[in-house]
């Protein structure tokens, strides 16, 4: 890929060895003013724009980064990437938004966004705060504040509606910033018009047109459509799209995991899932409910004590399911989390659900946005019949079928399933073997790409003490019993 001569990087001591790829990216792009990182999920976008930061910084010519993520991916920045990524020998002061600006909070912020640090300032915001005009306000102050800064937008599809006020906020970001970075796996989800207002923020020249409807008269046909006694245009198809792409050439790299010959076979991915104020309140009800049970020792066999696992993992999941009664379904972030992986992903994946109901949640959610012939499900009510044309249309690669939604005890063994190279766990069993045998569906003789396993966690709950368990080999239903249960259940 053609990209302009940059200037030469120093010797920079990275605090965590780059893979090949990554390491290309960065020198072919560090000191640009604008540039985007078409990293397909899983091959370390988040990497690449942190050792940029660094290596700006060292170069003085940046102290301060605002990042904009979507809610699941935000947290992973303050949590995991930059304390993983970002060398130690520099100095940082991290905030993390909240969209309820308490005393404390303001009293953290404040001087952060306008006092002098010896140091980087990384503000990290999601991406709905700048539909808020308090969110957008502050966000400016700090930029003005600081002006050796980069902005970046994380998963930046979220702007790739033009009409959102979000998007138009952040783009409005531009005269603010020094340094302009989009990350995304999967630039175009629907269309390629999807390009203009993610390449808008970066610089509105780097496309060469000064509007949309330019930049869509050049590279869509429209045809002029009636309904009623309304006329309006529709795009019917996409030309010159090979010019499109020597254009994104001079300010992107495009990076596919198929091209990564050092990444390893199995890639993990975390994406936090923070839980409702409804979810909230309900699980803390149900962990005091649990911890008195085991109190009064009414949990004495490990069935029991899963029993009150899987309740919390329920609520984790967004509904309530009583002994005696219907299922209550409660507000949730976790099928939002879904769609936003989608978003920035392409190509088959397999979308594995503990319970019934998320299963029938994802399918009717799944195909309003995609179709009915996109998705199929495969799990216990699913007829005999039909399980093996299931499986045999999701591994033809000219099927529409997209999305196969399985249960992982009843779809996890003996199948096939290397037409996908994408696999998200909307929820986590909490049997190791069955969790073993179901990451093996993709992940087997066929299999020519690497894989990529993503897992949806809500924070500081029984969701993210399963993973840990599963990650560590730790077959959970052995763990349970006597003071281990309270263990699980605090």
């Keep these: 890929m053609s990209t302009p001569k940059r200037k030469k990087m120093k010797n920079y001591e990275f605090e965590t060895k780059p893979f090949d790829h990554q390491e ?154 020094k ?82 010959l050092d990444l390893p076979d199995k890639l993990y991915i975390r994406r936090d899932v923070p839980l409702s104020a409804e979810q909230a309140r309900l699980y803390k009800q149900m962990k005091k409910l649990a911890l008195a049970k085991l109190d009064d020792g009414e949990l004495a066999t490990t069935a029991s ?38 978003n920035e992903t392409q190509g088959k994946v397999i979308i594995w659900a503990s319970y019934t109901h998320d299963i029938k949640k994802i399918r009717d959610t799944l195909s309003e946005k995609y179709g009915e012939e996109s998705v199929a499900c495969y799990y216990g009510e699913t007829p005999q019949d039909e399980r093996q044309t299931i499986v045999e249309e999701f591994q033809d690669e000219s099927s529409p079928l997209r999305f196969f939604v399985g249960q992982p005890r009843t779809g996890g063994y003996g199948i096939t399933l290397t037409a996908a190279n994408t696999v998200i766990y909307y929820s986590n069993s909490y049997d190791l073997e069955i969790r073993l045998q179901s990451e093996d569906r993709a992940h087997r003789i066929g299999q020519t790409n690497k894989v990529t396993y993503i897992d949806l966690v809500s924070p500081d709950t029984i969701d993210e003490k399963i993973l840990i368990a599963l990650k560590s080999k730790i077959d959970i239903a052995g763990q349970v019993l006597g003071e281990q249960a309270r263990n699980w259940l605090l």
């Design 179 to 260: 340094y302009r970075r989009i990350l995304t796996g999967s630039p175009v989800t629907k269309s390629p018009m999807d390009l203009f207002s993610q390449c808008e923020f970066l610089n509105p020249k780097c496309l060469g047109f000064n509007s949309y409807y330019a930049f869509q008269g050049r590279y869509a046909n429209v045809q002029q459509r009636a309904m009623g006694h309304r006329s309006f245009n529709q795009i019917v198809g996409y030309r010159k799209l090979d010019e499109l792409n020597g254009k994104l050439d001079k300010f992107s790299n495009r990076i596919l995991k198929e091209d990564c």
């Design 24 to 177: 290309d990216v960065i020198r072919d792009s560090w000191d640009a003013k604008h540039y985007a990182l078409f990293m397909e999920m899983g091959t370390g976008k988040t990497k690449v724009a942190i050792d940029t930061m660094a290596i700006l910084y060292e170069e003085k010519k940046l102290n301060a980064v605002l990042v904009i993520a979507p809610k699941g991916v935000f947290d992973n920045w303050v949590r995991k990437e930059i304390p993983v990524h970002l060398p130690e020998r520099i100095p940082r002061n991290i905030v993390r938004w909240q969209p309820n600006i308490t005393q404390k909070f303001h009293d953290e912020l404040e001087p952060f966004v306008l006092d002098p640090f010896d140091g980087m300032k990384i503000f990290v915001m999601n991406v709905e705060a700048f539909s808020t005009s308090k969110g957008v306000k502050i966000s400016k102050v700090f930029l003005r504040k600081n002006p050796d800064n980069m902005v970046i937008v994380d998963e930046s599809t979220t702007i790739k509606n033009r009409k959102a006020a979000r998007t138009k906020n952040i783009i409005k970001l531009q005269d603010f910033s």
């Design 305 to 342: 004590v899963l029993t009150q696992i899987m309740r919390l993992q329920q609520i984790c999941c967004g509904f309530l399911q009583p002994d005696d009664g219907e299922i209550q379904p409660l507000d949730n972030n976790r099928i939002d989390e879904l769609l936003n992986i989608l």
